[in-house]
C-alpha cells in the first residue's frame, strides 16, 4: 500500500522517495504500519527503573516507529547476567512493569516486541547463585570473566528449558506483546550457544550437524506457536556471523540455516557476530557496516528481514529495500538519538533529524550498570524521570532575555532549548567558529561524525529568529554587566592541563623546560610535534589513541605510555577497546602499559611502574600530556566577585555550565546545557529530589 504525499501539520509534503518506507509489512498474524523497526536495545533502567524505560519506549511510539522492542528480557531465574540490569519475566509479579510497557508501545500505533533471553554461557548468576547451564561444559563468557562454569544441559534441562519458555510466551501475551523475539545473537543467547560449534560440542541429537544444532530453535519456536501463534509473531535474532570462521557459526552456516528453516519464524532479526562488532562505534563502523553480510539472505525466505547498520539517512533506508537487503529498518542508536525519526521524514523535516553520531555513550550506560544517556538526544531515560521530551518544551516563564556565553556543545544545546521555549537568546562565541571542542575533535581521525552534535543545533538556530549568534565576540564581566541580560550562562569549555595531574598523580610532576610538552590542545591548533613523541595519556578515553594515530600519520614515532592496564581504558565501555589498541599495534606505536609518569626531563620522561614504584628512563623528541583539564572559568569566577552588581544592571542569575563548570565527555556538555533551558526560572526544589525515582517494596 502506498501513502503517497501526505500533508503535514507544518504543511511539508513527505518526499515520494521514501513512501517506500511507509508500506505496512505483515508479521505472521500482526502488522506494522510502516519498515521503522526499533530492534531490542539495552537502556541501564531495565527492572530497576520500569516507568522510565515505559516512557522512553512510549516517546518512540509517538515519534513514529513501526516496531518497538523492549531490551533483553531474561525468562527464567536459572540465567541472568548481574550485574547488568535488564528486564526479567521470571513470574507474574514482573507482569505490571511489562505491561505498562506494552501499553507505552502500544499509545501512538506501534507493534510491542519482547525480547526473550536465555543467557547460558553468558549468564553468571551471580544473584540468583544458580547451577549456569549450556550446551556443554563451558566457562561463563562474560565481560568480566567470572570465575564460574556452566554445566553441560542434559535432555532434562533440554525439557526444562522448552517449560520455561512456553512460560514466558504467555506471560508475554498477558503483557500485551505483538512479537515475541527468541535472543540469539552477540554471543549472548543460548540459542547461539548450540548453533555454534565453538559452544557446542555434544553427540546427540542436539550437536553435531547443523540440523541438529538448530534442532532447540526449531522446538522452542514450535512450542511457541502453540502457546501463542495464533495472535502473536514469533522472530528471531540471530548473529550474522560469529566471527570465529568456520570453527564458530559462520555466515555461511547462517545461509544454510536460513535455507534450512525459511519459514521457521515470521521473522528474522540479523545482527553481526559479537555485540562489539554489531554496535561499533562511527570511528570503526560506517554507516550500513553490515550490507555485505546480509547481502542475498532475503532470498533464502519468504519471511520479512530486520538488518541493522546504524541508519540515519533516509536514502540509506530506501536503497537497503529497494535491493532487497531487507525488509525492516533496524535501528537502535539512531532511534535514541532522534525517537522522531520516521516522523521527521514523515513530514518532509529530514533537517531536524538528529543524526546518531555513533560515539556509544548510550552503551555506556549498560556497562556501568547507570542510567543511559545521548550525546544528541539529553531527554533520553529523563522523559520519566525528569519530564523531558526530545521535541517538546515548556514555554517560558516570563519576558526575560538570556546571554550564552560560548558556543561550544553546552552553549549551543543551551541557546537552542531556550530559544525553543521562547526566551530570547544572544549566543556569543569568542572565536569564529561554533562548536568548541566537538569541532576541533571532529577533525581528528575517525572522529567527524561527531560534527553532527555542532550541524544539528546550529541548523535549528539559524532557523529561529529569537536566538541570535555574535561570533568574534570575547566578552568581559564589565561587557555582561553592560548588555543587562536577566539571566546569564557561562559554557566557556575547558583546557587540557600539561602538569601530568589526573589520576595516578593528583599533584604536578617535574616538567624540564628544555623539551616540548604540548596538550591535545596544541595539536587540534596545529602545533604538531615531530620525531619521537610520547603520548602519556591518563585519560583513558578515545582522545589519547586519536591522537596517537594522528601523530603516526604525520610521520612520528609513537610511544603510548599509560597506568592502565590496557589502552584507552574506559572505552571498553563504549565497546571499541580492542578496536583501539588492535589498531595502535597495527600502526606501529610502542605501547607502554602499567606505566605512571614520574617527571619529564630534558631529554626524555621517567616512567613509573604503577604496582613496584619502579622507575625507568624513556628518551623521547617531545611528550603529549592527555591527563585531565581545567574549566576555563575565569569569567565566571570575576562575575560571582561582583555579584552585588548584578541586581543594579538587571542580571537575576549567572550560571556556569559544561565544561567550564566540570569537563567531562561531550554528552555531558549537552545534557548541561539542555538541562540548564529546561530548569530557567523554574521554582527552587528546596530539599526536594531534581527527578524521579522508584522504590522497591519491602516485603515481609
Not at 505483538?178 to 552477540?186: R, V
Not at 564589565?478 to 536577566?486: M, T
Not at 563504549?574 to 617527571?599: K, N
Amino acid at each position: 500500500m502506498d501513502h503517497g504525499m501526505a500533508p503535514q501539520a507544518d504543511g511539508k509534503l513527505r518526499d515520494p522517495r521514501y513512501d517506500i518506507l511507509f508500506q505496512p509489512v505483515k508479521i505472521g498474524p500482526v502488522t506494522s504500519k510502516n519498515r521503522f523497526y526499533q530492534v531490542p536495545h539495552c537502556n541501564g533502567g531495565g527492572y530497576r527503573d520500569p516507568s522510565a524505560a515505559a516512557e522512553m519506549r512510549r516517546v518512540k511510539s509517538e515519534g513514529g516507529w513501526g516496531v518497538i522492542f523492549t531490551e533483553q528480557v531474561e525468562i527464567h531465574h536459572s540465567s541472568e547476567i548481574t550485574p547488568f540490569i535488564e528486564l526479567r519475566i521470571w513470574d507474574d509479579d514482573d507482569l505490571p512493569g511489562l505491561a505498562k510497557m506494552s501499553d507505552a508501545i502500544h499509545s501512538h500505533g506501534a507493534l510491542a516486541g519482547i525480547e526473550l533471553a536465555y543467557s547460558g554461557a553468558n549468564g553468571p548468576n551471580l544473584y540468583t547463585r544458580e547451577v549456569p547451564l549450556a550446551p556443554s561444559h563451558t566457562p561463563i563468557l562474560t565481560f568480566t570473566s567470572d570465575p564460574v562454569q556452566a554445566r553441560a544441559m542434559d535432555k532434562q534441562d533440554i525439557r526444562n528449558l522448552r517449560h520455561w519458555h512456553r512460560l514466558a510466551y504467555r506471560r508475554a501475551k498477558r503483557a500485551g506483546f505483538d512479537i515475541m523475539c527468541l535472543y540469539g545473537a552477540h554471543g549472548f543467547g543460548i540459542i547461539q550457544h548450540f548453533l555454534s560449534p565453538r559452544t557446542n560440542q555434544r553427540t546427540d541429537e542436539y550437536g553435531g550437524s547443523l540440523e541438529n544444532r538448530s534442532r532447540l530453535l526449531k522446538e522452542l519456536i514450535s512450542d511457541a506457536r502453540d502457546e501463542v501463534g495464533d495472535t502473536c509473531a514469533i522472530a528471531v535474532r540471530l548473529s550474522l556471523d560469529e566471527l570465529a570462521g568456520e570453527a564458530g557459526f559462520s555466515n555461511a552456516q547462517l545461509r544454510d540455516l536460513v535455507a534450512m528453516h525459511a519459514d521457521l519464524p515470521d521473522l528474522w532479526d540479523f545482527a553481526h557476530g559479537t555485540w562489539e562488532a554489531c554496535s561499533g562505534t562511527s570511528r570503526f563502523k560506517p554507516e550500513g557496516a553490515q550490507e555485505d553480510l546480509i547481502r542475498g539472505i532475503k532470498q533464502l525466505t519468504p519471511r520479512p528481514v530486520v538488518g541493522v547498520g546504524r541508519f540515519t539517512s533516509a536514502d540509506t533506508m530506501v536503497r537497503q529495500i529497494r535491493q532487497g537487503l531487507m525488509d525492516f529498518i533496524g535501528a537502535a542508536r539512531p532511534s535514541i538519538a532522534d525517537p522522531f525519526l520516521p516522523r521527521k521524514i514523515d513530514e518532509g523535516r529530514i533537517e531536524d533529524i538528529r543524526e546518531c553520531i555513533g560515539c556509544n555513550i548510550c552503551v555506556t550506560g549498560d556497562m556501568t550498570m547507570s542510567l543511559s544517556r545521548c550525546t544528541q538526544n539529553s531527554s533520553f531515560m529523563e522523559e520519566w524521570r525528569k519530564g523531558w521530551h526530545p521535541e517538546f518544551i515548556r514555554p517560558r516563564q516570563s519576558e526575560s532575555k538570556v546571554l550564552v556565553v560560548g558556543a561550544g556543545p553546552a552553549g549551543l544545546s543551551a541557546a537552542h532549548k531556550a530559544g525553543l521555549r521562547g526566551y530570547e537568546v544572544a549566543l556569543a562565541e569568542a572565536g569564529d567558529e561554533l562548536g568548541g571542542r566537538v569541532s576541533r575533535e571532529s577533525r581528528l581521525p575517525g572522529l567527524a561524525a561527531w560534527a553532527r552534535v555542532r550541524d544539528y543545533r546550529k541548523g535549528q538556530i539559524a532557523r529561529m529568529a529569537n536566538v541570535n549568534v555574535y561570533r568574534g565576540s570575547a566578552l568581559t564581566s564589565d561587557d555582561i554587566l553592560a548588555f543587562g541580560f536577566e539571566h546569564v550562562a557561562i559554557a566557556t569549555g575547558a583546557r587540557w592541563r600539561r602538569d601530568g595531574v589526573a589520576r595516578f598523580n593528583l599533584l604536578p610532576v617535574p616538567v624540564s623546560s628544555d623539551i616540548p610538552v604540548l596538550t591535545p590542545d596544541d595539536i587540534m591548533a596545529g602545533n604538531h610535534p615531530g620525531g619521537r613523541v610520547m603520548i602519556y595519556d591518563d585519560d583513558h578515553y578515545y582522545m589519547g589513541s586519536v591522537l596517537a594515530e594522528l601523530l603516526i600519520q604525520r610521520g612520528c614515532d609513537v610511544i603510548f605510555l599509560t597506568p592502565s592496564t590496557r589502552v584507552a581504558e574506559w572505552s571498553f565501555n563504549t565497546l571499541e577497546q580492542g578496536a583501539i589498541q588492535a589498531r595502535l599495534i597495527e600502526a606501529g606505536v610502542d605501547v607502554r602499559i602499567t606505566r605512571g609518569l614520574s617527571a619529564i626531563e630534558r631529554d626524555g620522561i621517567v616512567a613509573q611502574c604503577v604496582y613496584t614504584g619502579r622507575t625507568e628512563k624513556v628518551t623521547c623528541d617531545a611528550v603529549v600530556m592527555v591527563t585531565a583539564r581545567l574549566p576555563e572559568d575565569s569569567l565566571y569566577l570575576d562575575l560571582c566577585a561582583r555579584q552585588a552588581e548584578w541586581a543594579p544592571h538587571g542580571i537575576r542569575s549567572v550560571k556556569v555550565i559544561g565544561d567550564a563548570n566540570a569537563p567531562a565527555a561531550i554528552a555531558w556538555a549537552t545534557y548541561a546545557g539542555h538541562r540548564y533551558a529546561e530548569e530557567l526560572e523554574a521554582p527552587p526544589l528546596g530539599d526536594a529530589l531534581p527527578f524521579r525515582r522508584e522504590v522497591a517494596n519491602i516485603r515481609d
